[in-house]
DNA sequence: CTATCTTATGAATTGTTATTCATATGATAA
DNA sequence: TTATCATATGAATAACAATTCATAAGATAG
C-alpha cells in the first residue's frame, strides 16, 4: 500500500465527491443518450445534413440520402420521436425539417471536432 | 398525376439538389456517426459527465458512475478509439480526462435542448 | 365510390453492441 | 524475485437495433 500520499487520495476522493454532484439525473441521461442514439447511425446522420438545406418530403429525402421508402420512414420515425425533426403534413406529402437549431449547432461542433486533429 | 405545380416540383429538385451538395463525404459521416455513438450510450454518457469536473482514474470513475471495472475500462475504450477521452499512465493508475472542449460543448448543447421544450 | 400517390407500420430476420467472466498486462513495493 | 494493486482485453452470451417485405393508412383526383 502507500501507493498514494494521503493529500492525494483526498484529492481523489473529493474529485469523486465532485462528479457525483455534477451528474444530471437518470432521466436527463436516458434521453441525452437516446437523442444521440438516434443522430448515431449513418443514414440518419445523412438525413439531418439534407435537412440543413431546409425541409424536403420523403420522397427527396430518399433521393438525397439512398436506400429505400421504408426504411427512411422508420429512420424519421426514430428522428421524430427524440424530437430532432419535425413533421408538416402537406397534401399527401409530409414535409420534414429540423426540429430546432439545437440539433445543427450539435453536428457543426462535431464537424469542427472532425477538422481539427486535436 | 398534376400532385404539384410545375412550379413547385421545380422547387423541390433544386431542394435535393442543395442537400446533395451539402452532403459531407462517406468518411465523414462515418467518423461522426461513430462518434455520437459512442457518446450515445447512458454509461459512456455517464462517465463524460464525471470527467467534466476534472481527470480521474479509472476506479474513481466506476465509483461516479457505477457498474464494475471491466464494464468501465470496455467503454473506457470505446470513448478513447474515437478521441472523446484521452488517457495518461500515473504509476499504477491510468488518469482520464476529456479529449477537448469541443465534447463538451456538444454535450451542453444538447442538454440546453433538453431543458427548453420546443 | 375507385384508383392512385405518398407515407407509415408490424413482423421477421439479420446484424450489432453491451455485459460478464476469466485472465493477462503493467507498475510498484518489499 | 514474488506479491499486490490497477487496468486492459478476449471470448461467450445476452440484449438491442437496423433492414426488409408486405401491407395498411391518409390524401386527393376522377
Chains 1, 2 share one sequence.
Do not use: W
Amino acid at each position: 500500500m502507500g501507493n498514494d500520499s494521503p493529500g492525494d487520495r483526498l484529492a481523489h476522493e473529493e474529485r469523486v465527491k465532485y462528479a457525483l454532484q455534477a451528474m444530471p439525473s437518470e432521466d436527463d441521461i436516458s434521453t441525452l443518450a437516446a437523442r444521440f442514439k438516434a443522430i448515431s447511425e449513418p443514414s440518419r446522420l445523412k438525413i439531418l445534413f439534407a435537412l440543413s438545406c431546409g425541409e424536403l418530403c420523403v420522397e427527396h429525402i430518399v433521393q438525397a440520402v439512398g436506400g429505400n421508402q421504408s426504411a427512411v420512414s422508420h429512420q424519421l420515425k426514430i428522428l421524430k420521436d427524440n424530437r430532432i425533426v419535425k413533421a408538416r403534413r402537406n397534401g399527401k406529402q409530409v414535409m420534414y425539417s429540423l426540429a430546432d437549431g439545437h440539433v445543427m449547432a450539435m453536428i457543426s461542433v462535431a464537424k469542427e471536432h472532425l477538422n481539427c486533429n486535436d
